[in-house]
């Protein structure tokens, strides 16, 4: 990949990155630290004519995909972004993937989850789902697994610290729109990494954010480029 901008002048603009220096690239800068990552078209889609992100995937956004995942302890995801896309559990191959956290309004689990040993997915849901959904979801991942926090909405300050005391300090949210705007709003997200994908599709679809209005300043730190796909890295001015 070719680098476009640095903000810690480690690396000079112009020079292609190989792997080892992408990892440097995307290190946190803290030891507790959440981010999210998606992508979107040229248009501002955050998703195809199939109505999924892999249909706008690059090979580029599976290189920092694929790495993000490895600097991460959890993945967080909205349940209806685990059923759209099809998410099973992270650890069902690879015994070293990072945790999954599916965050549910209703406090029900997506069945195609279940498919990875014991402990590897988390659900977190609030206090109001209905306790009989609640307690099929305990039967089917472990009571200690099932997490409640807020009342009538997901109170996303008490899901990070509960994750950090837990000791996953470095999170990564997937999706969806809904669900990082909600983050974004609660003040949790530190960075945000987007790719853009070099196509139009035209159309209607979601942007990566979907909900009340937000007004976040962030800082560009990072901007990669190959084949037409541009990779950045944005701080979260609080």
């Keep these: 990949m070719r680098l476009l901008l640095d903000s810690s002048s480690t690396h000079t603009p112009g020079e292609t990155v190989d792997d080892s220096a992408l990892a ?4 946190a800068p803290a030891r507790r630290w959440l981010r999210a990552n998606f992508v979107a078209t040229l248009d501002g889609a955050a998703n195809g004519p199939d109505n999924k992100s892999g249909s706008i995937n690059t090979d580029a956004d599976h290189i920092v995909f694929d790495l993000l995942r490895r600097l991460t302890d959890v993945v967080v995801v909205g349940a209806g972004t685990v059923r759209a896309e099809g998410y099973p559990s992270l650890r069902a191959e690879d015994p070293r993937a990072p945790v999954l956290m599916v965050v549910s309004h209703q406090g029900a689990v997506p ?10 997915v988390y659900l977190i849901t609030r206090e109001g789902a209905d306790p009989a959904t609640l307690d099929a979801s305990r039967d089917s991942l472990g009571e200690e697994f099932v997490l409640t926090a807020g009342t009538d909405a997901v109170d996303f300050v008490k ?22 705007n909600s983050m974004l709003a609660a003040g949790v997200v530190d ?21 009340p209005d937000l007004h976040l300043p962030a800082s560009p730190t990072l901007l990669l480029e190959e084949n037409g796909t541009i990779l950045g890295r944005w701080f979260v001015n609080r």
């Design 24 to 27: 440097d690239l995307y290190v």
């Design 111 to 120: 069945p195609s989850v279940l498919d990875g040993p014991f402990g590897s």
């Design 159 to 180: 899901m990070r610290n509960m994750l950090e005391d837990k000791g996953y300090r470095q999170i990564l949210c997937e999706g969806g729109p809904s669900l990082l």
């Design 191 to 211: 960075e945000l990494d987007l790719t853009w994908s070099p196509v139009i599709v035209g159309g209607e679809h979601p942007t990566i954010t979907r909900g």
